[in-house]
């Protein structure tokens, strides 16, 4: 016999469900209906049927993420990448604003986000690739991505959610930030016991928030975290008797002139007759080295060629 459910929140995410064509969605409709069903014996037959209907939607789920991503656009990595992670709705298109050129779709809307969007931050001088990936939970979380990225921006709204996400983020090599949002909502207290939970922990990590208003949000501290981030070597070009470039080129460390030269135009290392030198290596403005000078972060480097 059919049991009669009044509970207001089950009727909601029952009409959730309902609504939505979207299997994501309809798994966290489905989460809601099962959490807030009835618990007493007479219930058990449509909790039995509910878990079910989880189970076959989790294998569809399952079954379409296996069958691959074919037909979307791969994007080029730059040389200094980071990636945003987060469960739905915890602000990814929000803080990828805050932090950079691009204009994402932003929305309460669960699983917004279908694909990655890319936005360039630039900080000293120097662009950093910043995509904001699908939610982690969701059927377009872009795996490849995470392996691949410099660093991991993991965009949390409470400490139990970081345990959660860890626990999904795929292998990688990439350094981690963890970013507490929604810094607005605690009060001093909250916060300052966030803090201190965090640093017991030895996270790097920073509490914003991506409130337009907010003047103290940390955004420009979250941004010096994600540049130091990055282990390379910021190189000024410069042709004799002009003004070195503004931007930098970005190399690893312990590269050397050549290295420098190569990467200008491949064979350029073989035409160059005389090289120069300001900055950190350098023992004095202007010096004259070889091709196998180990080089350092902000020097300035001049060629002649042939």
Not at 13 to 23: C, G
Not at 27 to 52: D, F, V, W, Y
Not at 225 to 245: A, H, M
């Amino acid at each position: 016999m059919p049991i009669n459910v009044n509970d207001p929140e089950y009727l909601k995410a029952e009409l959730e469900y309902s609504d939505t064509k979207n299997p994501e969605e309809k798994l966290s409709a489905l989460n809601k209906m099962i959490s807030h069903a009835p618990k007493h014996k007479g219930g058990e037959n449509l909790r039995q049927q509910l878990t079910q209907r989880r189970k076959k939607l989790e294998g569809e789920i399952e079954k379409k993420k296996k069958k691959g991503k074919s037909g979307k656009q791969g994007i080029k990595k730059g040389e200094m990448q980071a990636v945003i992670i987060g469960k739905t709705n915890s602000g990814k298109s929000s803080l990828l604003k805050k932090l950079t050129n691009s204009d994402p779709k932003i929305s309460p809307v669960q699983f917004t986000t279908k694909e990655p969007t890319v936005g360039i931050m630039n900080y000293k001088d120097s662009p950093i690739q910043i995509i904001e990936i699908p939610a982690i939970e969701g059927e377009n979380f872009e795996r490849g991505v995470v392996h691949t990225a410099d660093t991991l921006v993991i965009l949390i709204k409470n400490f139990e959610e970081l345990l959660e996400i860890t626990k999904k983020i795929p292998p990688h090599q990439g350094k981690e930030i963890v970013v507490v949002t929604k810094s607005d909502l605690l009060t001093p207290e909250e916060k300052r016991k966030l803090f201190a939970k965090m640093q017991s922990k030895k996270y790097n990590f920073e509490i914003i928030s991506t409130l337009p208003s907010l003047h103290e949000d940390n955004i420009e501290e979250l941004k010096k975290k994600i540049f130091d981030s990055f282990d390379v070597l910021r190189i000024f070009t410069k042709e004799p008797g002009k003004n070195p470039e503004k931007r930098p080129m970005i190399l690893k460390p312990n590269s050397n002139v050549r290295d420098v030269a190569e990467k200008i135009l491949k064979g350029l290392s073989k035409k160059i007759v005389e090289t120069k030198i300001w900055g950190p290596s350098s023992k004095f403005g202007g010096q004259v080295v070889g091709l196998n000078h180990k080089i350092k972060d902000l020097d300035t480097i001049e060629f002649k060629t042939r």
